[in-house]
């Protein structure tokens, strides 16, 4: 069974940094592109990032562009989000999710992980 | 980029059938074959049902369908459950390698 746990949540002041980790298992890792999404709370949801396999292709919504830098480490079976500047307006649930098949199908999701952007 | 445009709410009798239309651009869904539906509960990660318009993953009910026209992709659920009453969201591969999500849509069983 596929299992994702997402981790690195917490409070963090505007203009902070915070990175976020994704640990995998149940499935052969290393054969599988990673995405991060969010959700503000009671909005939709919001694709942030996408890293291929072997680390090759990695895309990033404009919204983050920047300011996010996703990044996996197949020995570990790990995906990881460091997030910098941190506004207000990233306060969200951060989930981490399978691709299926590189053209944006989701078909694992963790539980998520809560940050919240406060002074 | 946008999202793609969702109706906020629809609602339906148990047994009746709805449609919840999903609409984007020549870029996203017009462009591809890879729209996904996914349905949310509160507090809980998104759960996929459609996948590649038409698809359904292991263990969805026939009772969710997928079709698209153009620009439009729609998610339909026949013999509505009360348990089909959460929340609906589209997403699209686009021409930039991104993903996109719409809005949500809330399905209300009356």
């Known amino acids: 069974e596929v299992h994702l746990v997402e981790s690195g949540g917490g409070l963090v002041k505007p203009g902070g940094s915070l990175r976020l980790s994704c640990a995998a298992s149940?499935?052969?890792?290393?054969?599988?592109?990673m995405n991060w999404v969010r959700q503000a709370p009671g909005k939709g949801l919001e694709w942030l990032s996408f890293?291929?396999?072997?680390?090759?292709?990695?895309y990033y919504a404009d919204s983050v562009k920047g300011r996010l830098t996703i990044s996996r480490d197949n020995a570990r079976n790990s995906v990881f989000l460091q997030m910098n500047s941190l506004r207000a307006e990233d306060t969200a649930m951060y989930y981490c999710?399978?691709?299926?098949?590189?053209?944006?199908?989701?078909?694992?999701w963790g539980q998520g992980t809560l940050v919240t952007v406060s002074s | 980029q946008s999202a793609l445009t969702q109706p906020a709410s629809v609602s339906g009798s148990p047994g009746q059938s709805i449609t919840i239309s999903c609409t984007g651009t020549?870029?996203?869904?017009?462009?591809?074959?890879?729209v996904s539906w996914y349905q949310q509960n509160p507090g809980k990660a998104p759960r996929p049902m459609i996948y590649?318009?038409?698809k359904r993953p292991s263990g969805v009910s026939n009772r969710f369908s997928g079709s698209k026209s153009g620009n439009t992709a729609s998610l339909t659920i026949s013999g509505l459950q009360a348990e089909d009453e959460a929340d609906y969201y589209c997403?699209?591969?686009?021409?930039?390698?991104?993903?996109?999500f719409g809005g949500g849509t809330k399905l209300t069983v009356l």
């Open positions: 020549s870029s996203d869904i017009g462009g591809y074959d890879f």
């Open positions: 149940g499935f052969t890792f290393s054969s599988y592109s």
């Open positions: 590649d318009v038409t």
């Open positions: 997403s699209s591969y686009t021409t930039r390698s991104t993903v996109i």
């Open positions: 999710a399978r691709d299926y098949h590189d053209r944006g199908y989701i078909d694992s």
């Open positions: 890293i291929s396999s072997g680390s090759i292709y990695i």
